[in-house]
């Protein structure tokens, strides 16, 4: 798909709140409404826009516990790895996954109703997966950014 400058300015309004109206995110690009919902419907069917979420704010919940694992596995097997990936993708509180290269092999990060909620998690997601060989938990004390903005420069062709 080829993105022009509105494109890419729309996309990057979407990101920020996708809760505006389309007369709202029109305005801001230079757009009429029917104009924005013809680009808006080009992104989804083109699997660009993957979905539309609310983001929650972080600070609402007083017992909410976030936490980064780093893990380690072994690497014999494919199935494996396979595996341990549907385990992660299977659960709600698993926020983010991210295969990485170096020390460690995936960076995991978790979401909590409270330390004992955390303790079931990673007992069933890391300690009881067959092929992981070691994990450490950074707990987070302060949620300083969260978000899942792409930039759009990256999407430029």
Same mark, same amino acid.
Request: proline share 4%; hydrophobic share 40%.
């Given at each position: 798909?080829?993105? *022009?400058?509105?494109?890419?300015?729309?996309?990057?309004?979407?990101? *920020?709140?996708?809760? @505006?109206?389309? &007369?709202?995110?029109?305005?801001?690009?230079?757009?009429?409404? =029917? !104009?924005?919902? @013809? &680009?808006?419907e080009r992104y @989804?069917?083109? $699997?660009?826009?993957? @979905?539309? !979420?609310?983001?929650?704010?972080?600070?609402?919940?007083? *017992?909410?516990?976030?936490? +980064?694992?780093?893990?380690?596995?072994?690497?014999? =097997?494919?199935?494996?790895?396979?595996? #341990?990936?549907?385990?992660?993708? %299977?659960?709600?509180? +698993?926020?983010? +996954?991210? !295969?990485?290269?170096?020390?460690?092999?995936?960076?995991?990060?978790? !979401? %909590?109703? $409270?330390?004992a909620h955390h $303790?079931?998690?990673?007992?069933?997601?890391?300690? *009881? %997966?067959?092929? +992981?060989?070691?994990?450490?938990?950074? #707990?987070?004390l302060d949620p300083?950014?969260? $978000?899942?903005?792409?930039?759009?420069?990256?999407? &430029?062709?």
């Amino acid at each position: 798909m080829v993105l *022009d400058d509105t494109d890419h300015r729309l996309l990057d309004e979407l990101q *920020d709140d996708a809760g @505006r109206t389309l &007369r709202e995110l029109g305005e801001i690009v230079g757009l009429s409404p =029917s !104009a924005v919902q @013809r &680009r808006v419907e080009r992104y @989804r069917s083109s $699997g660009l826009l993957a @979905r539309t !979420a609310a983001v929650l704010d972080p600070t609402f919940s007083p *017992d909410l516990v976030l936490a +980064v694992c780093l893990v380690s596995v072994e690497r014999e =097997s494919r199935r494996l790895h396979e595996a #341990f990936h549907r385990r992660l993708l %299977a659960a709600p509180e +698993v926020q983010q +996954v991210y !295969a990485v290269y170096g020390e460690w092999d995936y960076v995991v990060v978790l !979401a %909590a109703s $409270g330390m004992a909620h955390h $303790g079931e998690i990673s007992t069933r997601l890391l300690m *009881d %997966a067959p092929n +992981v060989r070691k994990y450490t938990t950074l #707990f987070v004390l302060d949620p300083i950014r969260i $978000g899942s903005t792409i930039p759009t420069g990256a999407l &430029r062709t």
